[in-house]
């Protein structure tokens, strides 16, 4: 049975916080790889999202305010450089790791479609996978916890369960 475990939830709840201490407990016991997006602030106002590749020391942007060039999503302007660093990471993490971290799943990530196929090729995998997915998306998938701000401590231990540890 595969070992899975999607976050979804409002901004700024603490979902890349979440993925990010999960993380954290596993890398001493499982090969781990993948991407995740923190948001990038500017006077306390979100300007975009960069990709962080994990276990790497690549980052790109993924998606900017403020850029002339590439296809706009929102206020935001996407950064194809981003999206094949993210794609690169997947694809790297099936083939290699045990536990594939995807931050985020969500409308924006989807249109670029390189990231796309990569994405697909992981939920199609037969790894563990602890991925972000945006509220919008989150009927799609069999089932999601939904972080909020009272239920953050115990996400951790249900995060964990789900990838099958145990305590």
């Not at 090969?31 to 990038?40: A, D, I, M």
């Not at 590749?53 to 296809?71: F, M, T, Y």
């Not at 985020?104 to 697909?120: C, N, S, V």
């Amino acid at each position: 049975m595969n070992k899975r475990f999607f976050v979804t939830g409002e901004p700024g709840v603490g979902k890349t916080t979440l993925v990010l201490r999960v993380m954290e407990r596993l890398a001493t016991r499982y090969r781990v790889g993948g991407f995740y997006t923190p948001e990038v602030k500017w006077k306390n106002t979100r300007i975009g999202f960069k990709v962080v590749e994990i276990g790497g020391k690549r980052e790109a942007w993924l998606a900017k305010v403020g850029e002339q060039k590439g296809a706009k999503f929102g206020r935001y302007t996407l950064v194809l450089e981003g999206a094949l660093l993210a794609k690169e990471a997947l694809e790297r993490a099936v083939s290699e790791c045990d536990l594939v971290v995807i931050d985020e799943i969500g409308p924006m990530e989807l249109a670029f479609q390189e990231l796309k196929r990569a994405i697909e090729l992981v939920l199609k995998s037969e790894k563990r996978v602890l991925g972000v997915v945006h509220r919008s998306l989150a009927h799609e998938f069999p089932s999601v916890f939904f972080l909020t701000k009272q239920n953050r401590e115990q996400a951790l231990r249900v995060a964990l369960e789900s990838l099958g540890e145990c305590f």
